[in-house]
């Protein structure tokens, strides 16, 4: 899977949706009669001007008629995203172990270009070792899960990860609470395991690990976790990740990114610089190899 980056259908989807408000407020069109003209409601313009649904050719081309493009290149340009924009990613191959809501971030991980996320309960997915998204995967599920669910899940985030080692790779910028370190998911071999594995990951030029002690004051994202995508694409906005049980939100309002941004860089700018990783790393693996030999 390891391969260059590229726009997924999910970010197609948001960079053909931006320029389709663009040209609609450059023709003084409203959502309203946008959404008569394809025998739509104004909610649904709303939609596909945020990428959040399908694009069906005709749609698209009755749209760009009323927003008078008229060079047969820029209407063939935007016909062919229509197209490329409702291919399904490859990671609908695992539908059935993520739920539906989870697909909009995994076509949004294979586009970019830099994550920054900061995290409270779990290792980063993208850092995990098998063993651990295993662990994860059953605690998760509240024991529902088949192993061969289980299996599934550990191969989704295998593939996953292929993103580290593209051309060009991702970049990640992991912000981690000192707690995630010491909690033993899927028990201290498993943590030991994890916590090697995370000293071989700081050694990797495109990944950069910050672990805020326990010890630390209070900061703004004591909330919850998150994460901030960027992408190579111009048409593409950054956008704000927040996952919850049983759904996620996606923002990429100004504001909203604005402070999402403010608060991980004081959270960065508070702990211990990243060159300090791998020394953190180091002592709580011993102290945990001290603990099991007592």
Do not use: C
Not at 77 to 102: C, E, I, Q
Not at 148 to 166: C, D, G, K, S, W
Not at 203 to 214: G, S, Y
């Amino acid at each position: 899977m390891a391969g260059r980056t590229e726009a997924g259908p999910t970010a197609l989807r948001i960079m053909l949706g931006a320029h389709l408000r663009r040209l609609r407020e450059q023709a003084g069109v409203t959502r309203s009669d946008a959404g008569w003209a394809i025998r739509a409601s104004e909610s649904k313009i709303s939609r596909l001007e945020l990428g959040r649904v399908g694009f069906k050719q005709r749609d698209v081309e009755d749209l760009l008629s009323l927003y008078d493009v008229r060079d047969q290149r820029e209407r063939d340009r935007l016909l062919k995203l229509a197209m490329d924009a409702n291919d399904r990613g490859w990671w609908h191959r695992y539908g059935d172990v993520t739920p539906d809501w989870f697909d909009a971030y995994l076509g949004l991980e294979a586009a970019a270009e830099l994550i920054r996320t900061y995290e409270i309960q779990f290792v980063p997915g993208l850092l995990q070792t098998p063993q651990y998204t295993r662990a994860v995967a059953r605690l998760t599920a509240g024991g529902d899960r088949s192993e061969a669910e289980i299996e599934r899940f550990a191969a989704l985030r295998e593939t996953r990860q292929a993103v580290l080692e593209r051309d060009p790779p991702l970049k990640l910028w992991a912000v981690i609470e000192e707690s995630v370190l010491w909690r033993p998911i899927g028990g201290e071999q498993v943590l030991r395991d994890q916590l090697s594995a995370l000293i071989d990951a700081v050694h990797r030029p495109n990944v950069t690990l910050q672990i805020i002690p326990l010890g630390s004051a209070g900061h703004p994202a004591t909330g919850g976790a998150f994460s901030i995508l960027r992408f190579p694409q111009a048409d593409l906005p950054d956008v704000v990740y927040l996952e919850h049980l049983t759904s996620a939100l996606y923002l990429d309002k100004r504001d909203d990114l604005d402070a999402y941004t403010q608060v991980l860089d004081l959270i960065a700018a508070s702990g211990p610089p990243p060159q300090q990783a791998e020394e953190q790393l180091a002592a709580i693996l011993a102290q945990l190899n001290e603990d099991a030999g007592h």
